[in-house]
């Protein structure tokens, strides 16, 4: 072999055929020669061909130099051959796992943790390229496709993934079977999605924006030029940039340059921002001065008045509070066993609201999608995903939505996080049996229009009603917000 040129050495798969029965037969005569089990351990030989027959073709896509760094593929590769496909199914997520963060540190760490601690502030103190393993592989994949470098439709197939492996794979006990044709669907939905994924065009300009801001004096008669071709963004991504130039401005490392350049560029990406992106920054700065952060509460009132928005800052640190215990209550969500977690959080969530239960505004956005999630569940488990200890919470907090918070209901349907659930039999059943709950609670005829196109979404298309004209016409008439 030449320096420095790589060659794989292929095989046919009517070569490996025979191989595997004979790894097959030895591994069962050893299990029996020990005295352990041999039925239901590993799975048919047939499966694991079809897989085997296909796999050379699949991985082509991988530049070789790369394939030879695959240490997950290969333990994928052994693992199917002796017939553990469930173990197997655990080394592709882990292989999937380390490709994005390598994806994420390549395109702008920074950039990531600040969408992440959006996510859960439990992120707000890492800085590093280590600190990435920090971040959960649910919060990794939504921070992926805030960001850009994953579609709505492939955060779903990913998030499928991801559930197979939580209740498929070796990860958990579990009895759960898995074919061959599934194991080269997620296989390929893995490769294609991020193990080879590269960052589109639109997020290298936002990548070279970023860098600009930090370490270039950007002429003052630019800011309106950059203003206006940023705002073409998707509305997501021009909430996570404000609130990320936001965090910028108010950490004490920022040089003047650097937030000469926010205070001119960001007046333009304020007033494209959603009402709940404003709210919440303007709730940072009861929340600086509630833990005495004088620096950043300065810094803070500074950045509302460059972009007009003092009528926006709260005094107080309640919607900070609540929206930190919104984020515990999440997370819990998220994790394992959250039928079991999720009822400490609900109730310090419960005790942290005022006596006339007035909700602050710039709480209300997270408020409804996570009191939403949490009793709608994920259909996981003999409970099928619902915390029971905690669900009276749920259904109390549900009652009280106002006007206001129903309609953010209605709106979460356009968000891949929340409606990822909903292709499941149970959260299916859930979401229609809350919109039922709602529609009692309001005689706004275009709400209840909106609800109804929830509630009567044939067999278990409910998470994909966003997409229909009927339901995007119905939007445009809801009550603002």
Not at 73 to 95: C, H, P, Q, R
Not at 322 to 337: D, V
Not at 361 to 372: D, G, H, L, P, T
């Amino acid at each position: 072999m030449s320096e420095g040129k790589r060659e794989l050495v292929t095989v046919g798969s009517t070569e490996l055929s025979q191989p595997i029965d004979d790894l097959h037969q030895q591994l069962e005569g050893y299990l029996t020669h020990v005295g352990l089990p041999i039925d239901n351990v590993v799975v048919p030989i047939s499966e694991r061909k079809k897989v085997i027959a296909s796999l050379e073709e699949s991985l082509s896509i991988i530049p070789v130099d790369d394939r030879i760094k695959s240490h997950y593929l290969s333990k994928y590769t052994v693992a199917i051959s002796v017939g553990l496909f469930d173990g197997a199914l655990n080394y592709l997520w882990d292989e999937t796992v380390r490709a994005f963060r390598r994806l994420i540190i390549a395109f702008d760490l920074q950039y990531f943790y600040s969408i992440a601690e959006k996510i859960s502030s439990r992120y707000k103190s890492l800085s590093k390229e280590e600190d990435i393993d920090q971040v959960s592989e649910h919060d990794l994949l939504e921070a992926c496709r805030r960001i850009g470098l994953l579609s709505d439709v492939n955060y779903q197939r990913l998030e499928h993934v991801n559930y197979m492996r939580n209740h498929a794979s070796a990860a958990h006990p579990n009895d759960n079977d898995i074919d061959g044709h599934e194991m080269l669907g997620w296989l390929s939905v893995c490769l294609r999605h991020a193990i080879t994924a590269k960052p589109d065009h639109s997020l290298i300009a936002v990548k070279q924006l970023l860098t600009n801001i930090r370490t270039t004096v950007i002429p003052a008669d630019d800011y309106s030029v950059i203003g206006a071709d940023f705002i073409k963004q998707p509305i997501e991504r021009i909430d996570d940039f404000l609130w990320t130039v936001f965090g910028l401005y108010t950490t004490n490392k920022t040089t003047s340059d650097t937030k000469q350049n926010i205070a001119g560029i960001a007046p333009f990406i304020w007033n494209a921002a959603t009402e709940d992106r404003k709210y919440e920054i303007g709730a940072k700065f009861g929340a600086f001065r509630k833990n005495a952060e004088v620096q950043r509460k300065d810094a803070c009132q500074e950045f509302l008045q460059h972009v007009d928005g003092l009528n926006y800052k709260d005094e107080d640190s309640l919607a900070g509070e609540i929206i930190e215990k919104l984020e515990n209550l999440n997370r819990a969500h998220f994790g394992s066993n959250n039928f079991y977690n999720e009822y400490p959080h609900a109730k310090a969530l419960d005790d942290s609201l005022p006596p006339n239960g007035a909700l602050p505004r710039a709480s209300r956005s997270m408020w409804v999608k996570v009191i939403s999630v949490c009793f709608i569940g994920n259909g996981h488990g003999y409970r099928e995903g619902v915390d029971e200890s905690a669900l009276p919470y749920y259904e109390k907090h549900i009652n009280n939505f106002t006007e206001a918070e129903i309609v953010e209901f209605i709106r979460l349907f356009g968000d891949p996080e929340f409606t990822s659930p909903l292709a499941r039999t149970k959260p299916s059943s859930r979401v229609r049996q809350q919109a039922n709950i709602l529609k009692a609670k309001t005689s706004n005829a275009h709400i209840i229009n909106s609800l109804d196109l929830i509630i009567n979404a044939p067999g278990l298309s409910v998470h994909k009603v966003h997409g229909t004209s009927a339901f995007k016409n119905s939007l445009e008439y809801l009550p603002a917000n």
